[in-house]
């Protein structure tokens, strides 16, 4: 659909009003025709026998039941598409409900332990690791600094992986919430909108704040400029 109707200009709104209102009546028309004079040209049934012979084919014509019933179809079948976009929708809807119930429980459960206590462990880890690899990989061994540099490399996986993933969940929620509000299918005052529309992003707690996509660069970030304070001031 054009976004100057969407807008609201009312000479197209009411084009095409008119215009689908003559397309969904063609069928009832051309079924009732049919009904009442089988015979009318230019349609097929025209060309029959009994039409030719001028042949009266009696009250009720096979020909124009079909039309009837095809236009039926045709109709029932735009209704039925349009509630099962509906059904779909809110069968996502549920769904995505159901993801904030176990966003909530998370942050419930981590957000003053687990997720705090990760961040602190692991970057005072990979500034411990940073600060051994460059101040003293000419005192200790190959072996022990092949510890710290495997030591710094999973301590760094952890925040890039963790919270890499925390934050593409809130990414992914902003996407889908925004398709949603934006979906042509649904109408303007359904319930589908309304709830779509309702619809928050999904946000992981990371101690008083929240995960975005960009936290774990932040932290990796902190965790470089630690380490080069550490090293300036020793």
Not at 147 to 152: A, D, G, H, S, V
Not at 211 to 224: G, I, K, P, R
Request: aromatic share 12%.
């Amino acid at each position: 659909m054009s976004h100057k109707i969407r807008n609201g200009v009312t000479y197209l709104k009411v084009i095409l009003v008119f215009a689908t209102a003559s397309c969904a009546s063609l069928g009832i028309f051309v079924g009732i025709q049919l009904y009442f004079a089988p015979c009318s040209p230019p349609y097929a049934g025209s060309m029959r026998s009994a039409c030719l012979n001028r042949e009266s084919p009696g009250p009720i014509d096979n020909l124009g039941v079909m039309c009837l019933l095809f236009d039926a179809g045709i109709k029932s079948d735009t209704f039925s598409t349009q509630r099962q976009r509906e059904t779909r929708a809110m069968s996502s809807f549920r769904t995505y409900a159901q993801c904030r119930i176990l966003v909530a429980q998370m942050n419930l459960i981590f957000q003053n332990f687990f997720i705090p206590g990760l961040y602190c462990v692991t970057s005072n880890g990979i500034v411990f690791a940073f600060y051994v690899i460059i101040r003293l990989h000419g005192v200790i061994s190959l072996a022990g600094m092949s510890f710290f540099i495997i030591l710094l490399t999973d301590f760094a996986l952890t925040v890039g992986l963790d919270l890499a993933s925390v934050g593409h969940v809130y990414s992914v929620s902003v996407h889908v919430t925004e398709k949603w509000r934006k979906m042509e299918n649904l109408g303007r005052k359904s319930e589908s909108r309304k709830i779509a529309k309702s619809f928050p992003p999904l946000k992981i707690r990371f101690g008083d704040n929240f995960v975005d996509h960009l936290t774990s660069l932040s932290v990796l970030n902190n965790c470089l400029n630690w380490t080069v304070s550490l090293l300036l001031m020793t």
